[in-house]
């Protein structure tokens, strides 16, 4: 080799940690922001990279990953959402933000967001219809009106009819509105009567518990909500307390000792918003792509909890559920 050859190819070599450092800055970004934390929603963020995995991009390969979490405290996520912009995301995956989501919006007026979201995304004004949003935001959502009969129902199987079912509410949640409409029409529907209690925050869980004592109801349903899923030990504790049967939105809550839930599969949720997330890095804009709606639901119960609550699980919901904790 000519000495001009060898000299040139040593400038090539060493040109080489260069590029491949200048490739890594130019990676994609996704921001990933939620009202839950990472210690409660782990799970969830295996399921996103798996779908994100699908769609052909893997964390630290071809896509970076930000992480923002508001632990419990919605009003840190329109805050979480600026520092995602300043960061120059490429596109912004949103879970748990129902609680203020207008808010959210203002902060990422242009940004493609895939949003998992409890609520009508139509209903709450962030899309045009679930066929072709027309904005930045897509995703899936569960329509949790839904859902609602079906909680009464299995509640009301597994303890059998009952005169007062209460029915805890978060009234930050933009979704609080149209949930109290859907459980209000769907407790009609079945001559059921409800007690609706508000609480926005973990503080005021043992408020809500005292009000159900006093007004003497016989069971409570949980819906999803960030306040509630990162404070479930302690509703798990206060309806253990009052020996009070209580049916929640995410099957963590039976993992973590409460009675029963039922809900969409969150983990199918996130794995779905990740291939959307991949989509829209690979070229798809929000606008073309419609809100989901979940096809996989799961009834979870504990058995040992139903036995301290000295409860028999009927078979005919022993052979409905998903999971048996037993």
Same mark, same amino acid.
């Given at each position: 080799m000519?000495r001009?050859?060898f000299?040139?190819?040593?400038?090539?070599?060493a040109a080489?940690? !260069?590029t491949?450092?200048?490739?890594?800055?130019?990676? $994609?970004v996704?921001?990933?922001?939620?009202?839950?934390? !990472?210690?409660?929603?782990?799970h969830?963020?295996?399921?996103?990279?798996? &779908?994100?995995?699908?769609?052909?991009?893997?964390? &630290?390969?071809?896509?970076?990953?930000?992480f923002?979490?508001?632990?419990?405290?919605p009003?840190?996520?329109?805050?979480?959402?600026?520092?995602?912009?300043?960061? %120059?995301?490429a596109?912004v995956?949103m879970?748990? @933000?129902?609680?203020?989501v207008h808010?959210? %919006?203002?902060?990422?007026?242009?940004?493609?967001?895939?949003?998992?979201?409890?609520g009508?995304?139509?209903?709450l004004?962030?899309?045009?219809? #679930? @066929?072709?949003p027309?904005?930045?935001?897509?995703?899936?959502?569960? +329509?949790?009106?839904?859902?609602?009969?079906?909680? +009464?129902?299995?509640?009301?199987?597994?303890?059998?009819?009952t005169? !007062?079912?209460?029915?805890?509410i978060?009234p930050?949640?933009?979704?609080?509105?149209?949930a109290t409409?859907?459980?209000?029409?769907?407790?009609?529907?079945?001559?059921?009567?409800?007690? #609706?209690?508000?609480a926005k925050?973990e503080t005021?869980?043992?408020t809500a518990?005292?009000?159900?004592?006093?007004e003497?109801a016989?069971?409570?349903?949980?819906?999803?909500?960030?306040?509630?899923?990162?404070?479930?030990? %302690? +509703?798990?504790?206060?309806?253990s307390?009052?020996?009070?049967?209580?049916?929640?939105g995410?099957?963590?809550?039976?993992t973590d000792?409460g009675?029963?839930?039922?809900?969409?599969?969150?983990?199918?949720?996130?794995?779905?918003?990740?291939?959307?997330?991949?989509?829209? !890095?690979g070229?798809?804009?929000?606008?073309?792509?419609?809100?989901?709606? $979940?096809?996989?639901?799961?009834?979870?119960?504990?058995?040992?909890?139903?036995?301290? +609550?000295g409860?028999?699980?009927p078979?005919?919901?022993?052979v409905?559920?998903d999971?048996?904790?037993?």
């Amino acid at each position: 080799m000519k000495r001009r050859e060898f000299i040139a190819l040593i400038g090539c070599a060493a040109a080489w940690p !260069l590029t491949a450092t200048a490739q890594q800055v130019t990676l $994609p970004v996704v921001g990933f922001l939620s009202g839950r934390s !990472l210690s409660s929603d782990a799970h969830l963020v295996r399921a996103f990279r798996n &779908g994100l995995n699908e769609a052909g991009y893997v964390e &630290g390969q071809n896509a970076v990953i930000k992480f923002r979490w508001a632990e419990g405290k919605p009003d840190k996520l329109p805050e979480l959402a600026a520092d995602l912009v300043a960061h %120059k995301v490429a596109v912004v995956f949103m879970g748990a @933000a129902d609680v203020g989501v207008h808010k959210i %919006k203002a902060a990422l007026p242009e940004i493609p967001v895939v949003f998992a979201t409890g609520g009508d995304p139509v209903a709450l004004g962030i899309a045009a219809s #679930l @066929a072709r949003p027309g904005g930045n935001f897509t995703g899936m959502t569960v +329509l949790s009106a839904s859902l609602w009969p079906k909680r +009464l129902a299995l509640l009301r199987e597994l303890i059998g009819r009952t005169d !007062l079912i209460a029915v805890l509410i978060n009234p930050a949640n933009d979704t609080a509105a149209q949930a109290t409409k859907d459980v209000e029409a769907a407790a009609k529907d079945i001559g059921q009567r409800i007690t #609706l209690l508000n609480a926005k925050s973990e503080t005021e869980f043992d408020t809500a518990f005292t009000t159900i004592s006093s007004e003497r109801a016989n069971a409570l349903v949980v819906p999803d909500d960030a306040v509630f899923i990162n404070g479930r030990k %302690k +509703l798990i504790a206060l309806a253990s307390q009052h020996a009070l049967p209580t049916i929640y939105g995410r099957r963590e809550f039976p993992t973590d000792g409460g009675l029963v839930s039922y809900g969409a599969s969150v983990t199918d949720q996130y794995r779905q918003c990740g291939l959307y997330v991949g989509r829209i !890095l690979g070229g798809a804009k929000p606008t073309d792509l419609p809100f989901l709606q $979940p096809t996989k639901f799961e009834l979870v119960i504990n058995v040992r909890a139903a036995k301290t +609550l000295g409860l028999k699980v009927p078979e005919t919901l022993v052979v409905a559920a998903d999971e048996l904790i037993e």
